[in-house]
Nanobody
């Protein structure tokens, strides 16, 4: 059983909205920095956003002002609210967990994250 399971992807027109969820299990969720990454066909995996254990969020410039990351530590769930979607947001979206001793998020490098979900596909048409 995967420790991280994403849901909420789908097809949307440009300008629309989607909300992704990531349910975590079998990890001490409150001890992990949580991040969202995405990967489009033929491209490298790209960092989108991360959120510290206390809720401090940081975003890639490409999504700043349009996407909002949040976490519910009581439900062990991570969210990504995506508004004003663009065709270039089309990708498979992955959530990832990085153990953080001080609660902070320190890296956008995918290989430093400890656990990954299987991803959920987002398609945005023009």
């Amino acid at each position: 059983q995967d420790r991280l399971v994403e849901s909420g992807g789908g097809s949307e027109q440009a300008g629309g909205s989607l909300r992704l969820s990531c349910a975590a299990s079998r990890i001490t969720y409150i001890r992990y920095c949580m991040g969202w990454f995405r990967q489009a066909p033929g491209k490298e995996r790209e960092w989108v956003s991360y959120i510290s254990t206390s809720g401090n969020a940081t975003y890639a410039d490409s999504v700043k002002g349009r996407f909002t990351i949040s976490r519910d530590n009581a439900k062990n769930t991570l969210y990504l609210q995506m508004n004003s979607l663009k065709p270039e947001d089309t990708a498979r979206y992955y959530c990832a967990a990085e153990f953080s001793g001080d609660g902070a998020c320190n890296t956008v490098v995918p290989t430093t994250y400890d656990f990954w979900g299987q991803g959920t596909q987002v398609d945005v048409s023009s």
